[in-house]
């Protein structure tokens, strides 16, 4: 009797480690793959960013770059060059060396894409902000983020226009206040500007200046101008730093007033602060984070082989709108 009851209790015990056995063997292999996310068409990418120089609107981008490559689950470094085109070009190639996939430039010369091309080897190149000639840009491999300059001075030079008219004004003298000579965007946007007074019937004579992108450079320049006793009927600037330091230098001289419209370009936070309490005339807004992650959005195009909804001939191209008073509320954060 006790030897059936001890076979008994063997068998029980055989039965349930075969059932356990049974159990842990017949569930699907990648069970646990069901619960994780989808993989980002991102995953496993490497992708550098050598920016030109650290100011508010590039560091707007560069955020929108960093937020947008870790969405999409790629590993990005960023890298400042601090305009110095030799550390860019040893950027990229520091870069090819490690293996990565793809970089993305945004350019501290506009005459140095062909070393950058030269530099990032086999990997995919995005320039923006800071276009280089378009014959460069190659299907699959190279493509360009940005806005077309010229509509930046056009818009300028169109807004200052409809203000003389309605003055009366034909004839008028103008501060240009300009970024690093020799860029592209600062010769277009300068050009355009001028191009726009001119079709709109507007004889100006221009006083130039470079500030170099710089608040506290155009303040100063400008505060010198004020008292040679001079008089402007407006100041362009390619950029809101520049036209916030002509506005500073204003409001600190002689009887501290805004003493004829200024204009800028870029409509940063601080742009649009100096637009609506009614310094700063107008801005045109360039999109720091559409041109930051239409970067990102190409460079998986390219490095996934699919298409990116407007990229146009190897050309993602934002367009600018003009910021005033009556529209600036829209741009404020």
Same mark, same amino acid.
């Given at each position: 009797?006790?030897?059936?009851?001890?076979?008994?209790?063997?068998?029980?015990?055989?039965?349930?480690?075969?059932?356990?056995?049974?159990?842990?063997?017949?569930?699907?292999?990648?069970?646990?793959?069901?619960?994780?996310?989808?993989?980002?068409?991102?995953?496993?990418?490497?992708?550098?960013?050598?920016?030109?120089?650290?100011?508010?609107?590039?560091?707007?981008?560069?955020?929108?770059?960093?937020?947008?490559?870790?969405?999409?689950?790629?590993?990005?470094?960023?890298?400042?060059?601090?305009?110095?085109?030799?550390?860019?070009?040893?950027?990229?190639?520091?870069?090819?060396?490690? &293996?990565?996939?793809?970089?993305? $430039?945004?350019?501290? %010369?506009?005459?140095? #894409?062909?070393? =950058?091309?030269? @530099?990032?080897?086999?990997?995919?190149?995005?320039?923006?902000?800071?276009?280089?000639?378009?014959?460069?840009?190659?299907?699959?491999?190279?493509?360009?983020?940005?806005?077309?300059?010229?509509?930046?001075?056009?818009?300028?030079?169109?807004?200052?226009?409809?203000?003389?008219?309605?003055?009366?004004?034909?004839?008028?003298?103008?501060?240009?206040?300009?970024?690093?000579?020799?860029?592209?965007?600062?010769?277009?946007?300068?050009?355009?500007?001028?191009?726009?007074?001119?079709?709109?019937?507007?004889?100006?004579?221009?006083?130039?200046?470079?500030?170099?992108?710089?608040?506290?450079?155009?303040?100063?320049?400008?505060?010198?101008?004020?008292?040679? &006793?001079?008089?402007?009927?407006? $100041?362009?600037?390619? %950029?809101?730093?520049? #036209?916030?330091? =002509?506005?500073? @230098?204003?409001?600190?001289?002689?009887?501290?007033?805004?003493?004829?419209?200024?204009?800028?370009?870029?409509?940063?936070?601080?742009?649009?602060?100096?637009?609506?309490?009614?310094?700063?005339?107008?801005?045109?807004?360039?999109?720091?984070?559409?041109?930051?992650?239409?970067?990102?959005?190409?460079?998986?195009?390219?490095?996934?082989?699919?298409?990116?909804?407007?990229?146009?001939?190897?050309?993602?191209?934002?367009?600018?709108?003009?910021?005033?008073?009556?529209?600036?509320?829209?741009?404020?954060?």
């Amino acid at each position: 009797m006790k030897r059936r009851l001890v076979l008994m209790l063997v068998c029980v015990m055989i039965s349930g480690l075969l059932a356990a056995c049974g159990q842990k063997d017949t569930a699907p292999a990648d069970s646990g793959s069901g619960s994780e996310p989808a993989q980002s068409s991102g995953g496993g990418y490497k992708i550098g960013y050598s920016m030109p120089a650290r100011d508010q609107f590039q560091t707007s981008m560069e955020k929108a770059i960093q937020a947008k490559a870790e969405a999409e689950g790629i590993e990005i470094n960023i890298l400042d060059a601090a305009s110095d085109v030799s550390a860019q070009i040893s950027h990229v190639q520091t870069w090819e060396a490690d &293996g990565y996939d793809a970089v993305i $430039v945004g350019l501290c %010369n506009n005459d140095s #894409a062909a070393d =950058v091309l030269a @530099a990032a080897g086999d990997m995919k190149v995005v320039f923006v902000n800071r276009q280089p000639s378009l014959d460069v840009l190659q299907d699959g491999k190279v493509v360009y983020v940005g806005t077309d300059e010229n509509l930046y001075g056009n818009e300028q030079g169109n807004y200052l226009a409809e203000i003389f008219k309605n003055e009366g004004k034909t004839d008028v003298n103008i501060a240009m206040f300009m970024g690093e000579l020799g860029l592209d965007n600062v010769t277009k946007r300068t050009q355009s500007a001028k191009d726009a007074l001119a079709a709109n019937g507007i004889n100006a004579t221009y006083v130039e200046n470079t500030a170099n992108w710089d608040r506290m450079k155009a303040m100063d320049l400008f505060s010198q101008m004020m008292n040679t &006793g001079d008089v402007y009927d407006a $100041v362009i600037c390619n %950029n809101d730093e520049m #036209a916030l330091g =002509v506005i500073e @230098a204003m409001q600190t001289n002689g009887n501290k007033e805004i003493i004829c419209p200024v204009v800028g370009i870029d409509a940063t936070d601080v742009g649009c602060a100096a637009v609506k309490e009614g310094t700063m005339a107008c801005s045109v807004f360039q999109d720091p984070v559409a041109q930051g992650e239409g970067t990102i959005l190409c460079a998986l195009g390219l490095l996934n082989g699919t298409e990116v909804e407007g990229l146009v001939d190897n050309y993602y191209n934002i367009q600018p709108q003009l910021v005033t008073v009556e529209n600036v509320d829209n741009f404020i954060k």
